[in-house]
């Protein structure tokens, strides 16, 4: 296959660009378990880019499309995000562009603010015309819902700016739709997936170019035309539900038939990574919009019943695949292994992880009690964590590192035969609570499955009769689900363990 050569004119990242980058890469990869990225393949290599995202997640989302793109990304922010202490630095030093929006005015003139928010839009516009990456939000803010909020015209007009700016005969800037999907977007040690769709194509009506600054009245429907089919695809990419409740009741079909496909290929096919997770949900969301449309009474009938197996589920405080194994707590071996799994998590590793639980512990409860107060929605949390954490646990562990050594300088001076080492000691305790952090972070991972696993062999020892009822249940719900897709042209393919992993 050609590749395309890059952009002739695309400007190369600045250094301090690259190396705050590199640092923000490795602070989200801290922060969650895992960050898998997907379809860098279908980001231009010879022109700029209008990227397109939805806006679930505060700060961190635009954090994790600007360190995971091949090429300098250059965002514009509400420019009240510039006051801010330190944020403010690293956003000028990563070249983002201050957005001054007249609907923030609450003094001034509001026209005034417009012409600069218009200075602002074209020196956005230039930068995607010579062949950089550009990222908007279309929705304008960050939020709790399940669904995208209405999409403003902005990002349309933004394309058009700079079309305006390129040579009649060069090709267009893409416009790349991205998917940001979360396991937990606010909990530290989460997963998530940045999934980079193919550029738009767009009809000849939309796609040609119209004579610079043309009039207001002529443009409006181009930009009303070329909002819809940005929204109409970022729905797909979001694959947005009306509520909560939907949300949940598609993932828990999406388990409940991996795990029957699973069963009856008599495979363990193990956790599913993110891919995997987004693809299966994909699939039973395509699924059930699809068949609403045609037979709307029986898709109610059906999720009726999944809800019913969802609440049964959860009593019992079990996953889907769980149902699969016979009680292990009769079982010698296994018992045994428990056993020694408990002495090894509760008795054997805390003495070892003493210093990282000290350490942190203050910190984490300080900014556990900042992030309920004054985090207003859920899109705050990972934000607040993040932003507050790179100051307190860093400040944490130099105050502990100084304090250490100052407390062997007392006892040096009381004690002359012990060495003289305050900057070693204090340096080594700095990185202890550092490196001690992340341990207890895996720790703290570690105790909650091993009391899952005691939780689960006990259930399946005292609800024996439950259990087979919901694994019958399971197996008549997965039958249903699959009649209801067939036919249906769904996202990704099955291979021989039951896993959906993407197409060819």
């Known amino acids: 296959m050609e590749i395309a050569a890059e952009a002739p004119d695309a400007p190369s990242a600045p250094a301090v660009y690259r190396l705050i980058v590199g640092f923000f890469r490795f602070v989200l990869r801290t922060f969650f378990r895992q960050v898998e990225v997907v379809g860098i393949e279908h980001l231009p290599r010879d022109r700029g880019a209008v990227l397109v995202a939805w806006h679930p997640n505060g700060l961190v989302d635009p954090g994790l499309i600007i360190t995971h793109s091949p090429r300098q990304v250059i965002f514009g922010a509400r420019h009240g995000l510039f006051r801010v202490p330190v944020l403010g630095r690293l956003m000028r030093a990563v070249g983002t562009v201050p957005i001054y929006r007249a609907m923030d005015a609450a003094t001034g003139d509001p026209n005034a603010r417009r012409e600069q928010n218009s200075a602002a839009l074209d020196v956005l516009a230039e930068q995607v015309a010579r062949g950089s990456f550009s990222c908007l939000f279309p929705e304008g803010t960050s939020h709790d819902s399940p669904h995208l909020l209405q999409i403003k015209t902005g990002a349309a007009r933004f394309w058009y700016r700079a079309r305006w700016q390129m040579p009649p005969d060069a090709p267009a800037p893409a416009i790349v739709p ?64 009306e509520d909560w409740e939907l949300h949940h009741l598609m993932h828990r079909a999406r388990k409940l038939v991996r795990a029957e496909r699973a069963l009856q290929a008599g495979a363990d096919p193990g956790a599913p990574d993110m891919v995997e997770r987004t693809l299966g949900f994909a699939r039973v969301w395509t699924g059930y919009y699809q068949r609403k449309a045609t037979h709307p009474e029986i898709v109610e009938s059906l999720l009726d019943r999944v809800r019913q197996y969802d609440a049964d589920l959860r009593i019992l405080g079990m996953q889907d695949h769980e149902l699969d194994h016979p009680p292990s707590v009769v079982q010698w071996k296994l018992a045994a292994m428990l056993f020694w799994q408990l002495v090894l998590v509760y008795v054997l590793l805390p003495p070892v992880l003493v210093v990282g639980f000290l350490v942190n512990l203050p910190p984490f409860l300080g900014l556990w009690a900042l992030t309920r107060a004054m985090a207003d929605m859920r899109k705050d949390e990972a934000t607040l964590k993040l932003l507050v954490g790179l100051l307190l646990f860093p400040l944490t562990w130099v105050a502990v590192g100084f304090g250490a050594a100052m407390l062997h300088e007392q006892l040096t001076a009381m004690y002359p035969s012990l060495p003289h080492q305050p900057v070693l000691v204090g340096v080594g305790t700095a990185f202890s609570g550092f490196f001690g952090g992340l341990a207890a972070l895996r720790y703290a991972e570690l105790t909650r499955e091993t009391s899952r696993a005691v939780r689960i062999r006990l259930s399946r020892a005292r609800r024996r009769i439950a259990l087979a009822h919901l694994r019958v249940e399971r197996t008549e719900l997965c039958a249903l689900l699959l009649k209801m897709t067939e036919g249906l042209d769904l996202p990704g393919s099955v291979d021989a363990e039951g896993r959906i992993v993407r197409s060819p």
Do not use: C, Q
């Not at 939309?206 to 409006?220: A, C, F, H, K, Q």
């Open 178 to 241: 991205v998917g940001l999907h979360y396991r937990r977007k606010g909990g530290f040690r989460s997963r998530v997936l940045v999934e980079f769709h193919p550029p738009l194509d767009l009809p000849e009506f939309l796609g040609s170019l119209p004579p610079p600054n043309e009039d207001e009245e002529v443009m409006r429907p181009r930009y009303k035309a070329l909002t819809e089919e940005i929204e109409r695809t970022l729905r797909e990419v979001v694959r947005a539900t």
